[in-house]
């Protein structure tokens, strides 16, 4: 995607949002900014943004309801970055289970958020490389069937929507099928820094319970303890 895609960023302080949305809009990105959770509800019921920065820490409604409320109301196709000065592993933790595609924490360089932004706008746009030997046809995980041109999920009652995380685990995952790939090996596929790395377990308990029937004991999301994962696929 190019840089005029629009960005939407919720931030309460007054002078960090001022400074972001004139550096993003010197990128060449369109911002449209936001001072707290209601104000960013607003925007987003005349605005369709391609992608959000949002503050945890805000008062009232804080950055990660709105996030949950957006994926509940909103699905999962709008990215969501957010900004912290909690930035220890528990809190990544709490942001990719609420929703979140991304984790910054406070203080960060404008630079660094610049490069984070582009890398999720490349997920979600560019369609995914061709694997040097892709499996044939689509993966059929029992009821639901993964197209790997596509990037798409299906169940038996149509899209089953996916976070660009969870999106990015599962074709990392669906490339090589019955293959042990190391946390380490999907963090690099869908362009996770290293504390990605700890959060593939999160994007895995989340996709389990969209595509397992009992999640708690997974016929095609497997775990090789010490290892990895494994994506064993079948009707």
Wanted: a negative charge.
């Amino acid at each position: 995607m190019s840089d005029e895609a629009l960005i939407l960023l919720v931030e309460d302080d007054p002078r960090l949002r001022e400074r972001l949305a004139r550096y993003l809009a010197n990128e060449g990105f369109r911002v449209t900014a936001a001072e707290n959770a209601f104000d960013a509800r607003t925007k987003l019921s005349f605005i369709n943004p391609d992608l959000m920065v949002l503050d945890v820490m805000m008062p009232g409604e804080s950055g990660l309801q709105l996030t949950e409320s957006i994926r509940r109301e909103h699905g999962h196709d709008l990215p969501v970055l957010l900004l912290t000065a909690r930035g220890g592993p528990e809190d990544r933790i709490a942001g990719f289970e609420a929703g979140a595609d991304d984790y910054l924490g406070k203080p960060f360089e404008p630079r660094e958020l610049l490069l984070r932004i582009r890398a999720l706008l490349r997920r979600v746009a560019a369609p995914p490389p061709e694997p040097p030997e892709p499996p044939g046809g689509p993966v059929v995980l029992g009821e639901a069937v993964f197209d790997l041109d596509r990037g798409e999920l299906r169940g038996p009652d149509g899209i089953i929507r996916l976070t660009g995380g969870e999106a990015g685990l599962l074709m990392a995952l669906a490339r090589r099928p019955n293959e042990v790939l190391s946390r380490e090996d999907i963090a690099s596929a869908v362009e996770m820094d290293e504390a990605g790395e700890r959060a593939i377990d999160v994007q895995m308990t989340r996709l389990r319970r969209k595509i397992e029937v009992d999640p708690r004991e997974p016929r095609f999301l497997h775990t090789v303890r010490g290892r990895g994962y494994v994506l064993k696929p079948g009707v």
